[in-house]
């Protein structure tokens, strides 16, 4: 019973290892990237972002100790810096869609570009469906949702 018991721990832990293996690997070559062209010493938040297009964000702080957004392409292209204070937080977006859907539940928020536009990605649940808010990062209006109220 007890080695059953440790097979089954052993063999999940396997398991979230080599699952969680893409995202770290994107998380280090978006912050060895990032690095190149802007001073970042701390990474706060990672977000993995894909609609039409896969982004990779970070929000942390440079050397000087100024916040900072990066967003990067996947292909590594023309990265995007911004002062996080030009634009919402993460709790901020959460808030702006808990007034447009207070009986929907926030499950996720993530940071990238639709349609050539800075966004939140905030998903709600709600009536046993999932939701996705597009916020503008910077002046926090809707951008888009996803399924469409039409």
């Known amino acids: 019973m007890i080695v059953a018991l440790l097979l089954i721990i052993l063999f999940s832990a396997i398991f979230y290892i080599r699952a969680s293996r893409p995202m770290r690997q994107a998380k280090e070559e978006a912050i ?13 938040q990672f977000y993995w972002f894909t609609r039409e297009e896969t982004y990779f964000s970070l929000v942390g702080e440079t050397e000087a100790g100024k916040n900072v957004v990066v967003i990067i ?9 911004f002062d996080e204070k030009d634009g919402l937080t993460q709790e901020q977006a959460r808030a702006v869609v808990q007034e447009l859907a ?3 539940r926030i499950k996720k928020t993530t940071l990238g570009m639709f349609n050539d536009q800075v966004v939140w990605e905030v998903m709600t649940k709600g009536n046993d469906e999932l939701h ?4 503008d990062f910077k002046d926090g209006s809707l951008v888009h949702r996803l ?3 039409e």
């Open 32 to 44: 060895q990237l990032a690095k190149e062209h802007v001073d970042i010493q701390r990474v706060d």
């Open 73 to 81: 392409p996947k292909t590594g292209e023309k990265l995007l810096i």
């Open 132 to 135: 996705y808010y597009l916020i």
């Open 147 to 149: 399924p469409s109220q």
């Open 102 to 104: 207070p009986q929907e």
